[in-house]
């Protein structure tokens, strides 16, 4: 049989999504179904005198109004809580309601029922809350300062966490003796995820059974039902199930646990009928945890020959309004552990504080944590590169982490355990043309107009989250593991149930080319089933690049269990010993004998029959794995981007993207390359258009897509991309993941490129998005 | 987005629908809906009836004659986009036509529906000004029309009366030794112009006859350059920069994303270019 680990075959989800017929849970439909409309607070921060709820209630279809006191009346826990704990972490209560204080806009302050959608919405308007305005701060910078408008009574300071990683000492004495530093003070901005499915919630809740089934926009429907049910509703997670069903993109925005899915199940169980709602886009925009928001302060020390000898990092992290499910691990374990990227640095301090703001709170969004680390280290690189004369290409060489240095121990705990830097950077260049481009921009520099520029990146990430004691020791309130049970039928098709839940990633079509190249059958015999608390055994979800890593990990231990079992079976059968048994092609053989085989489909007809079977064997074929990986994983890879900029107005072109990536071995390279071009799409509109903007009183006015700008397809260009394979040495795959490359590697890319356009200029920092007007006034200052 | 409730009337005819405008108080016009849909969804307008027009083929037309297009109010933007008698006659229309949103606007929005919404960074407003078209209305006490000039009033604001149809536009057709060009220097988000700048050039012997240019987008409404100072001229590079940055708007629009002053500036610069392009297809 020809091998389907490795091509590119067509996702088996895509004629029902491409032809309208995908279900997602807006369109879903229940018997007696009502409607919500959550009332949201239109003040960053403001006292709530009291509610009116009258004029709404009187309204003809109006089911309900709930608010704060309907959530302490319901004896329910009623709090939306934070799942990873870092020392002296400041943890004030989140309601699901708000009762006294409102902290950001769009804070939930009451939730109306009606018989349809329009009802609700008409009601919710005349739901009358009488706020007292409060000063408000909405700036990471300016919440910091002294006297700035609290967020929570317990965060004095508005800090959540104050949190470092390395040692401060050995990179001070290195910034002392250093022949070269270069430093920069950088914003990275804040964005809004804008998953095209804005999420939605339907609960049905039964009083007659006590049963409640969510279905939901979830990137973790078994982090979600434990939240919900543990922290929120207060009820036993097994009267919960968790369904989601198709679902339009998350970018991490549906792996938290928001108050407003609570709240619908709330009113579900009030009214003892099925309720939906469903976020309108400026909902989305105002409630989806947001990503980035960083202020920082960087520097590098070098050595005479260019070698980095130290790093200091002081970051300022906006955690909004209320702690979001993961947020506390995104500017910290996941930030300041990267700080290493490809490079060998022998002393690294990075420090980070935790800011409440009066903003929606920040979580993890596509990278995570890793794209602002990279920024902040690949721009740096690129200031070396000038301030060092090497160049931004040689400078990175030089400190490159030999390959023969593997694994390689950072000063920032991580363990990279394997890699190889140089090729990826080889690759890059030629593919780019490298000197012909700087001879062209030599050229365009003698001549004025528009001028050209250059950009690296040369990133690491580490995904495939991870080991579970690893993280659990950094405060993580939940294991990394994976889980799959994989069912061979007695008719040798097979099914997976894997808890790895997709939410547009492909994983039936590339779980189904694991199954099948392993166990030797036709990737159409394969089914996969993910995203339902009560056909899944246990799942810890699709974020952090860790489905194919950890849950394909998973998949495979299972696929090798069935080929352990099914050889004991065979053996039987033939009369063998089931060590002489070899599998290959879907058929159990005697090794040196080819005539004595059985094929798969005869092995598990008779696991399930049992009439002629191993006395210590039990009957059935199939296996449950749970897979917790020994190490993150490690991609990396060297982007390249070319740009054009018109000095007159600021205006930036693309011209080129190479990027050279190395995800190690490729399941489906076409889903790869599609996740590539994604995260450059979303990497790209962070470097110049994506910024979730607050005015000094905390209103949002990026809130609506005629103000923010999401990458649109003629906004981009054909990217040329090329790989390098190294594979992970520590799962069953070798594989490493590749659904944030992209968004990781590509905003420093960027700027390093337009920055490099403008160095005639003296320009050395801009900061994203490089809008053109920005671009302009550094031009002419 | 949840819009209020409203009724749905659909008219036969220009006098049907200018008979129900007159019944129904606040009642909305809507032509290809693609204004005022969005600002019902944001409850930013909650007319209690919509009169749908958008199917009156007598609004429909596009004709040339005696040296002058008529285009009625309902060509959609991709229709003017691809028009022959267009690009014959006044191809500076089309190309600021299909410069409009994506290709599902320009197949739903019109160009009545466009000027009469009038958003400050529509691509057609300047167009029109620079033509020096006027704009024609009905109403059940007759027809009038208004310059072009003088139908944009404010931001969002037209001469459009409560009981009036807009029903067409006339346009001078370009003469030959005519060149004009439309810029536009995209909103990334929204698509709409932050700066649209319409210029046009005559040139007889090599000499500059006659010029102009509105820029769109730098204020409430479409701002006229006094490009005189070219007339004359052999319309050197030097000649149409100097004209150009004679563009001055005493109350420049801004937003997040572009400064009332960078507006003026590249105002300046797209009105510089679009010159210079009139004057290469002159
Ligand atoms: C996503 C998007 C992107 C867009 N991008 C651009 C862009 O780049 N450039 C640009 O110029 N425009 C843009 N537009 C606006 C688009 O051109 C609209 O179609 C246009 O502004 C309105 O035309 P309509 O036919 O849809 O009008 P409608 O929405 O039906 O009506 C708009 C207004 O005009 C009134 N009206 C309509 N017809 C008449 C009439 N005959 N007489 C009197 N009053 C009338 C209506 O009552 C209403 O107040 C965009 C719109 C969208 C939704």
């Known amino acids: 049989m020809a091998r389907v680990l490795g091509t590119s075959i067509k996702r088996r989800e895509d004629p029902a999504l491409i032809t309208g017929r995908g279900k997602y849970t807006d369109d879903l439909k229940a018997a007696g179904m009502a409607h919500a409309a959550i009332v949201r607070s239109p003040y960053a921060h403001a006292r709530i005198r009291g509610i009116d709820t009258s004029a709404a209630e009187a309204l003809p279809g109006v089911l309900a109004v709930l608010t704060a006191r309907d959530v302490a009346a319901a004896g329910i826990p009623g709090v939306v809580p934070v799942g990873w704990l870092l020392p002296d972490l400041k943890t004030p209560a989140h309601p699901m309601i708000a009762a006294d204080t409102v902290r950001h806009v769009g804070d939930a302050v009451a939730v109306v029922v009606a018989e349809d959608r329009y009802v609700a919405r008409d009601a919710a308007e005349r739901v009358a809350v009488d706020y007292e305005p409060l000063d408000a701060v909405a700036d990471v910078v300016a919440a910091l300062e002294d006297g700035a408008p609290a967020v929570h009574e317990e965060a004095p300071g508005n800090v959540a966490f104050d949190w470092e990683i390395g040692e401060r000492e050995p990179v001070d004495a290195a910034f002392a003796s250093a022949a070269h530093t270069v430093e920069l003070d950088l914003r990275n901005n804040r964005l809004i995820p804008h998953a095209i499915e804005p999420r939605a919630v339907l609960a049905s809740y039964d009083s007659s059974t006590g049963e409640m089934t969510i279905h939901m926009t979830s990137q973790n429907p078994h982090v979600h039902r434990l939240l919900m049910t543990l922290a929120s509703l207060g009820m036993p997670e097994h009267k919960v199930r968790i369904v989601a069903p198709e679902v339009g993109g998350g970018f991490g925005s549906k792996i938290h646990h928001y108050a407003d899915e609570a709240i619908v199940g ?210 993580a309130q939940a294991g990394q593991w994976e889980s799959a049970d994989v069912r061979v039928h007695p008719t040798a098709s097979v099914t997976v149930y894997t808890g790895s839940s997709s939410h547009g990633q492909g994983h039936e079509t590339t779980f189904s080319q694991i199954v099948a190249d392993r166990l030797g059958v036709d990737p159409e015999a394969v089914e996969v089933i993910h995203g339902d608390t009560d056909l899944v055994q246990f799942g810890m979800g699709t974020y952090g690049s860790r489905s194919a890593a950890v849950g394909g990990s998973a998949i495979a231990r299972s696929v090798d269990k069935i080929i352990e079992k099914g050889k004991k079976i065979a053996a039987h059968l033939l009369e063998a010993s089931a060590e002489d048994l070899e599998y290959e092609d879907g058929s159990f053989r005697v090794a040196g004998s080819p005539d004595r085989s059985l094929a798969l489909g005869d092995v598990a007809l008779q696991a399930y029959l049992a009439h002629n079977y191993p006395d210590d064997l039990e009957p059935g074929l199939s296996a449950t794995s749970f897979y917790d990986p020994a190490n993150f994983t490690y991609p990396f890879g060297t982007h390249v981007c070319v740009v054009e900029v018109d000095t007159e107005t600021g205006s930036i072109e693309l011209l080129r993207y190479a990027a050279v990536d190395d995800v190690g071995n490729v399941i489906n390279p076409m889903i790869v390359d599609g996740q590539l071009h994604g995260g450059l799409a979303q990497g790209i509109g962070q470097a110049l258009w994506e910024n979730a903007v607050y005015d000094e009183s905390g209103q949002l006015v990026s809130g609506s897509l005629m103000d923010y700008a999401v990458p649109k397809i003629h906004n981009l260009i054909p990217f040329e991309l090329d790989r390098t394979t190294t594979p992970c040495p520590h799962n069953p795959l070798g594989v490493k993941g590749v659904g944030e490359a992209g968004a990781i590697a590509s905003p420093a890319a960027v700027v390093n490129a337009v920055v490099d356009a403008l160095a005639p200029f003296g320009i050395s920092h801009i900061d994203m998005p490089l809008t053109p007007e920005k671009v302009w006034r550094a031009v002419n200052s | 987005m949840y819009q209020a409730q409203f009724d749905y009337r659909r008219a036969g005819s220009v006098d049907e629908a200018l008979s129900l405008l007159q019944e129904n108080e606040d009642a909305k016009l809507m032509a290809g809906g693609h204004s005022l849909i969005p600002m019902m969804k944001l409850r930013l307008a909650q007319p209690p009836v919509v009169i749908d027009i958008g199917r009156l083929d007598e609004l429909k037309g596009i004709s040339e004659a005696g040296g002058s297009v008529r285009v009625g109010s309902l060509p959609t933007h991709a229709v003017i986009a691809a028009s022959d008698g267009l690009a014959a006659h006044c191809p500076v229309l089309a190309e600021a036509a299909g410069h409009i949103g994506d290709a599902q606007v320009r197949n739903r929005g019109t160009i009545g529906g466009n000027i009469a919404h009038a958003d400050p960074g529509s691509d ?55 060149g004009a060009a439309y810029l536009k220097f995209e909103h990334p988000a929204s698509g709409y112009a932050v700066v649209g700048a319409a210029a046009s050039v005559t040139v007889q012997n090599g000499r500059c006859t006659a010029a102009g240019l509105v820029v769109g987008g730098v204020s409430a409404t479409p701002t006229a350059v006094d490009v005189s100072s070219l007339v004359g001229t052999d319309l050197s590079d030097d000649a149409i920069a100097a004209a150009a940055s004679g563009l001055d708007a005493e109350d420049p629009i801004g937003d997040i994303f572009a400064s009332g002053d960078y507006r003026v500036h590249v105002g300046k610069v797209y009105g510089k270019r679009a010159l210079a392009a009139a004057r290469d297809r002159a």
Not at chain 1, 378 to 387: K, Q, S
Not at chain 1, 415 to 425: E, I, L, T, V, W
Request: net charge negative; aromatic share 8%.
């Open chain 2, 124 to 178: 057609i407003p300047p167009v029109l000004v620079l033509l020096g078209a006027s704009v024609h209305l009905q109403s059940p006490s007759g027809t009038r029309s208004v310059a072009a000039g003088d139908f944009f009033q404010d931001l969002l604001m037209t001469d459009v009366g409560e009981d009036e149809i807009l029903t067409h536009v006339d346009a001078p057709a370009l003469g030959s030794g005519t």
């Open chain 1, 266 to 475: 709330l009113c579900s169980m009030k009214l003892d009928r099925p309720v939906k709602w469903t976020a309108t886009r400026t909902e989305t925009n105002l409630t989806d945890a947001h990503g980035r928001d960083h202020s920082t302060r960087c520097a590098l020390a070098l050595d005479a020959d260019g070698r980095i000898t130290g790093l200091r990092v002081d970051t300022a992290a906006a955690m909004g309004a209320y702690l979001s499910t993961f947020a506390p691990a995104v500017p910290t374990y996941l930030y300041g552990t990267l700080m290493s990227g490809q490079y060998d640095i022998p002393a690294i301090h990075c420090h980070v504080t935790g800011v409440f703001t009066h903003t929606t709170p920040v979580d993890a969004y596509r990278g995570a944590g890793r794209p602002e680390a990279t920024y902040v280290v690949e721009r740096l690189m690129h200031l070396a590169g000038e301030a060092t004369g090497l160049g931004p290409v040689e400078v990175r060489r030089r400190n490159f982490v030999s390959p023969d240095a593997f694994p390689y121990q950072t000063q920032v705990a991580l363990a990279y355990d394997s890699g190889n830097y140089g090729p990826a950077m080889d690759r890059a260049l030629e593919m780019i043309g490298y000197d012909d481009l700087r001879s062209q921009q030599a050229s365009r520099r003698d001549n004025g107009g528009k001028q050209i520029g250059i950009g690296f990146s040369s990133y690491i990430e580490a995904c495939g989250l991870a080991p579970s004691a690893v993280v659990g020791s950094l405060g």
